[in-house]
């Protein structure tokens, strides 16, 4: 494995050797190592590219790795994959896509993640999204996260993308019965003429389902950011939508958070804040010794954690 790709791996996943476990890592559009457990498998998919990773009902303890990373320049693809989560298993699930573009040519990733979550299942799932390269092509990723929740499961999912992404589109759609709980955090930061857009739609179907959605983002140069989260409250259920943004430079950020109560029982609430970094922030930072760039650095990293 060259130095390239080691360095995709750690900033997407964390990883600084093979995982334990289960895991499967993708290279550009090619398997390029994986690995099944005795609870949890792995098979591709015959008809379109991607995986379906089975987890045996009642799995614990266990993690499945599934990074993506690509290296060649002008190189474009659609994945699918599969996640079929069984009746009260608990899992970490690990994604994410790393590009290194050293060319001319747009390198892309486009991705289809969806889910089937059992009951009583509980899932964790970090997703990390990360691009680099001193060449002139693009790096576009468009993730898609479709989710589907049966009684009394529980999904906290991380997504985040720090840098180097030239354009994203991103989408999810939750469904979520009675009992369930959704906790989603996006972490979004973009810079030069980056654009970046988040569609969520949360559809709290089942009496007693749940969420939370927070949505943190950066938008520095001349980059925008679109921002759309919904939730549906279908039943009694509770839901909270939050998002809040920096900007800086000529960033651009647009918010439209939307809570939509079609039961008497239905609690929603949504809340959306856009400015610029507090000067007494800065200010009480470069007291203690920091430069302004150092100040805004620290702030912007504690902001987006």
Do not use: W
């Amino acid at each position: 494995m060259t130095e390239i790709e080691k360095n995709l791996l750690r900033e997407i996943a964390d990883l600084h050797k093979i995982p334990e476990g289960a895991y499967n890592i993708r290279k550009d559009g090619e398997l390029s190592g994986r690995n099944s457990t005795e609870h949890i498998e792995i098979v591709s998919k015959t008809d379109v590219p991607g995986i379906d990773i089975y987890i045996k009902p009642g799995t614990k303890n266990e993690s499945v790795h599934i990074p993506v990373i690509i290296t060649k320049t002008g190189h474009s693809e659609m994945v699918y994959n599969d996640f079929h989560i069984g009746e009260g298993a608990d899992v970490l699930i690990v994604a994410g896509c790393g590009i290194h573009n050293s060319g001319c040519d747009t390198s892309q990733h486009d991705g289809i993640h969806t889910f089937y979550v059992g009951k009583h299942a509980r899932v964790k799932y970090f997703e990390k999204h990360y691009g680099e390269g001193e060449g002139t092509g693009e790096r576009i990723m468009n993730p898609k996260t479709v989710i589907h929740m049966e009684e009394n499961s529980y999904i906290e999912l991380d997504m985040a993308q720090i840098r180097g992404v030239d354009s994203t589109r991103r989408e999810t759609v939750v469904d979520a019965a009675a009992g369930c709980e959704v906790v989603l955090l996006e972490r979004l930061l973009t810079h030069d003429k980056q654009k970046a857009s988040s569609d969520m739609v949360i559809n709290l179907n089942g009496e007693g389902s749940r969420t939370r959605v927070i949505s943190r983002s950066v938008a520095q140069d001349d980059s925008v950011q679109v921002f759309r989260p919904i939730v549906n409250g279908n039943a009694p259920c509770f839901g909270h939508v939050q998002c809040d943004s920096i900007i800086m430079g000529h960033g651009k950020v647009r918010s439209v958070p939307a809570i939509s109560a079609n039961h008497v029982d239905a609690q929603l609430i949504h809340e959306a804040a856009i400015g610029r970094i507090a000067g007494d922030q800065l200010l009480k930072l470069m007291t203690l010794g920091l430069s302004e760039e150092e100040a805004e650095e620290k702030i912007l990293t504690g902001f987006l954690k």
